[in-house]
């Protein structure tokens, strides 16, 4: 899943560039709470339609359909019978209105998607269908769904106003709780859904760090520093600070506050002095920088 995002993101790029500017981009946050970046759903889509052959035709047929990965699995578990969504993943997709809590009709214009193609939208708690009983021996029913930073958010029971969350997985997520009111922020956080129940919003900030943990992966996978991400703590612990080496983790751009698709990374400072125990530890510290 991260490879093929990483693949289309670099597709998308230039759609984006084309396409951007910033009476378009403040159109965009004003409906949606988003920007215009290949890290959402829409640019992708776009790029797919316009580069697939026959793809455009076989979506206004009806004969495709698109979701995020709640959408695949429910479509999966309950045989294709299912074609839904829970509004947090709608949210971010660049194609959902936060104010009217439903597909946008101006927003699937733009970005030249058929409405045939979207799954219905639904609460976070509601009926998503029984899964096939094939698959598991039993009609199981499925009364659950949210994006994975939402989730995180419930999982840490952010339920107030003012609470915060900040995650680090593969990438680093901020998420404070804003209640009832979409705040618009003044230093390029995303204005998303924190959970949808009973057909009420709950509303959130985001501030989205790309790469965290897939920092220490790149050492231990790609350039093979480390044998374990175990290991980055006693390769860190040897030197008692980076010596002036800084790693900026950009693999597929930076978000918050940059949302920068085309930075990618870099290590600077280094010296003959400089070791794997000062690049270990500035992978480390870029998470914290970045945060």
């Given at each position: 899943i991260h490879n093929a995002i990483v693949w289309q993101d670099r597709r998308t790029t230039p759609w984006c560039r084309e396409h951007y500017s910033p009476e378009t981009e403040a159109w965009l946050a004003e409906k949606t709470g988003l920007l215009l970046d290949p890290y959402f759903s829409a640019t992708k889509i776009a790029w797919l339609l316009d580069h697939i052959p026959g793809a455009r035709a076989r979506a206004e047929r009806g004969e495709l359909a698109f979701g995020t990965i709640d959408s695949w699995l429910i479509w999966n578990l309950t045989g294709g019978r299912v074609h839904a969504t829970d509004a947090t993943n709608a949210s971010r997709t660049l194609l959902f209105n936060l104010k009217t809590q439903d597909w946008d009709d101006e927003l699937l214009a733009f970005f030249q998607v058929p409405r045939a193609l979207l799954p219905e939208v639904k609460d976070c708690a509601a009926d998503f269908g029984r899964t096939d009983p094939a698959l598991?021996?039993?009609a199981?029913?499925?009364?659950g769904v949210a994006g994975d930073q939402q989730a995180a958010t419930v999982g840490q029971a952010c339920f107030s106003p003012g609470m915060?969350?900040?995650?680090?997985?593969t990438g680093c997520f901020m998420v404070m709780n804003t209640g009832h009111e979409i705040v618009r922020s003044r230093q390029r956080l995303l204005a998303t859904l924190a959970y949808r129940v009973q057909g009420q919003p709950t509303f959130a900030l985001e501030g989205s760090i790309f790469i965290a943990g897939a920092a220490v992966q790149w050492l231990r996978d790609a350039v093979k520093l480390i044998g374990s991400a175990a290991e980055s703590e006693k390769w860190a612990r040897e030197v008692e600070d980076t010596h002036g080496v800084y790693l900026v983790p950009a693999?597929?751009?930076?978000?918050a506050p940059y949302w920068d698709p085309e930075a990618r990374g870099a290590i600077v400072g280094l010296t003959r002095n400089s070791g794997i125990g000062e690049i270990v530890r500035a992978a480390l510290e870029s998470v914290c920088y970045q945060t």
């Amino acid at each position: 899943i991260h490879n093929a995002i990483v693949w289309q993101d670099r597709r998308t790029t230039p759609w984006c560039r084309e396409h951007y500017s910033p009476e378009t981009e403040a159109w965009l946050a004003e409906k949606t709470g988003l920007l215009l970046d290949p890290y959402f759903s829409a640019t992708k889509i776009a790029w797919l339609l316009d580069h697939i052959p026959g793809a455009r035709a076989r979506a206004e047929r009806g004969e495709l359909a698109f979701g995020t990965i709640d959408s695949w699995l429910i479509w999966n578990l309950t045989g294709g019978r299912v074609h839904a969504t829970d509004a947090t993943n709608a949210s971010r997709t660049l194609l959902f209105n936060l104010k009217t809590q439903d597909w946008d009709d101006e927003l699937l214009a733009f970005f030249q998607v058929p409405r045939a193609l979207l799954p219905e939208v639904k609460d976070c708690a509601a009926d998503f269908g029984r899964t096939d009983p094939a698959l598991l021996g039993h009609a199981i029913p499925i009364r659950g769904v949210a994006g994975d930073q939402q989730a995180a958010t419930v999982g840490q029971a952010c339920f107030s106003p003012g609470m915060v969350k900040s995650t680090y997985g593969t990438g680093c997520f901020m998420v404070m709780n804003t209640g009832h009111e979409i705040v618009r922020s003044r230093q390029r956080l995303l204005a998303t859904l924190a959970y949808r129940v009973q057909g009420q919003p709950t509303f959130a900030l985001e501030g989205s760090i790309f790469i965290a943990g897939a920092a220490v992966q790149w050492l231990r996978d790609a350039v093979k520093l480390i044998g374990s991400a175990a290991e980055s703590e006693k390769w860190a612990r040897e030197v008692e600070d980076t010596h002036g080496v800084y790693l900026v983790p950009a693999f597929t751009g930076l978000g918050a506050p940059y949302w920068d698709p085309e930075a990618r990374g870099a290590i600077v400072g280094l010296t003959r002095n400089s070791g794997i125990g000062e690049i270990v530890r500035a992978a480390l510290e870029s998470v914290c920088y970045q945060t």
